[in-house]
């Protein structure tokens, strides 16, 4: 399987905590995407990171890429209650619209 | 915009039927793109569209087929449900050309095979 995988499966954390995620993929890249799904719904896109670049911020969000390492890590700081979902990193290694997911990181953020 | 929409939104199929789900992109999207998730497999690519051409698809039988309209939206099938197609099915659109590839995802169709 190309599916990537994502460390750790769960995480509990308390609100105001930062939470970090982690996913390796197994092929070259053009580009790295994070979505999150909340309970059984559809997905969202978080950010994009794009093969040449090496860390990007969105409000709350910082997304890191290692290609060498072929891994990335999503760090959301500040975390609250709304943020408790599942984390996806997807992996577009060729053509734009296949993207092939990691395994994903069920969230919780404790009030 | 409105979103990216899917109808129905849960489904409950007998084993043997055929089901069709049908998904409206983004306007302005003219790229499809279909997802199975299931707990044991994840999230799992299907097949794209892109005016009205099928160019990729993802590992799945022939059992799993779809089309797009000169509108952009589409349909996917699924003839001869065995009960490991219960999953939820995601649509996904997205603006070709820009250099943006993050993918617009719809709710699903929650799909019940028994």
């Known amino acids: 399987s190309q599916q990537g995988e994502e460390d750790p499966q769960a995480l509990s954390i308390q609100e105001g905590e930062n939470a970090t995620m982690n996913c390796s993929y197994k092929t070259s890249i053009n580009n790295l995407q994070w979505y999150r799904q909340n309970s059984g719904r559809g997905l969202v896109h978080l950010i994009l990171?794009?093969?040449?670049?090496r860390e990007k911020h969105s409000g709350r969000l910082r997304v890191t890429l290692d290609t060498s390492k072929k891994s990335s890590s999503l760090l959301i700081t500040a975390s609250r209650a709304a943020d408790t979902a599942s984390y996806f990193c997807a992996q577009d290694g060729g053509s734009a619209r296949q993207l092939t997911f990691g395994s994903g990181t069920q969230l919780t953020v404790l009030p | 915009k409105a979103g990216v929409t899917q109808t129905p939104r849960y489904l409950i199929k007998t084993r043997g039927q055929q089901v069709t789900l049908s998904c409206s992109p983004i306007?302005?999207?003219?790229?499809v793109s279909w997802y199975q998730q299931t707990p044991g497999q994840g999230l799992q690519f299907l097949f794209e569209?892109?005016?009205?051409?099928?160019?990729n698809k993802g590992n799945f039988p022939g059992r799993f087929s779809g089309r797009q309209f000169s509108n952009s939206r589409s349909e996917m099938n699924v003839s001869t449900l065995e009960l490991g197609d219960s999953a939820l099915y995601l649509c996904?659109?997205?603006?070709?050309?820009?250099?943006?590839?993050?993918?617009?995802f719809g709710p699903g169709t929650r799909l019940t095979v028994t």
């Open positions: 306007s302005g999207h003219r790229s």
């Open positions: 990171i794009r093969s040449n670049e």
């Open positions: 996904a659109s997205s603006l070709v050309g820009t250099g943006l590839y993050e993918q617009y």
């Open positions: 569209y892109f005016s009205e051409t099928q160019r």
